[in-house]
């Protein structure tokens, strides 16, 4: 699919232009002439593997234990019942227990190499549920002893951050665990309960964020959907619920959230959703007012700089990426 960009200008002026993104070319449209991209877009020269063969139940994929990107799930338990939670029909009978960790342990290094370095170099492991921290009994001794048996790999917790104590921070802080708080700022109560309306719970995540985010160590995760397009207001809504400066606030969003169910696709994009979300993100991004958001750990590009922490500024160079899950993030 190629898009056609129409440039307007002063006195009526209007010119188009065509852009492919198989190629990533520019040309204008009346004379084919070809538009320089600017440097930052420069054409990357890929070198890609062919790719033949499909994966199916009767040609599976083989397995490696070169794994780069663990994520071991707890169990699909959680005290909130988000609107359009995709593990809300699942079976949330199958968890695990404290006792299991050391069994656990010794089979995971039959499948799991451990990184460049056997000790995680290279890895990032991440905590599920349901909600991780439902699990604490079995999350703690499983955090305890998959950091000390990969003490190089990058640990993370996808939370809703309505269980969050002293406790348990000194356990995250100890193992320098990364936290992705999932809400959905002023959209919220779409979604469900929101534990920043709750005074004590709220003082707790003021506390980690203080603790946390500064070192880029924790973020806020939104997803976007009919009821929550703009960028800008979440930033805006956590840096005032939480009285910190936008530039302070580390965001990060799965993009716009895919309905799983009927609960779901209430709030899925629908008819002119799509184009209105297109441009107000585009426009937010582009004009600089949602600053940098991450997503999934890609990112387009760098903007602000942080200024939470000057010493670290520039090195901790915020990510943005143009934005499309809908669970917890
Ligand atoms: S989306 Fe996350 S917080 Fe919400 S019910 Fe699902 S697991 Fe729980």
Redesign the pocket.
Known sequence: MKFTLTLSGQRGFQRQAIYDPEDSSLIWADSGEPLPLPQTFSRQELDWEPFWHLHHPSNPAGKSRDIKHLKLQLGLK?N???QY?S?AHQPHDLDGHPEDVQPFMEQLQGWFAGGSDGLGSGVKIEFW???PFVYWKLLRPLGEAVKARYPHAQLSIVT?GSLFDDEKLAWVEALDIGIGL?HDGPAQSFR?PDPLDDPERLTHIKRWVSRRMPIDRMSFNTVLHRHNQSLKAVRKFFAEKLDLPVQAVVLATEEVMLPYDSSGQVLSLQGADHVHYLHQLFWELATGSAMAVGNRGRQLGRSHPACVDPSRSGAMGWRFELLVLG??L
């Open positions: 959680c909130y019942t988000c939670c593990q549920g349901g909600e809703n999932s469900g669970t917890c």
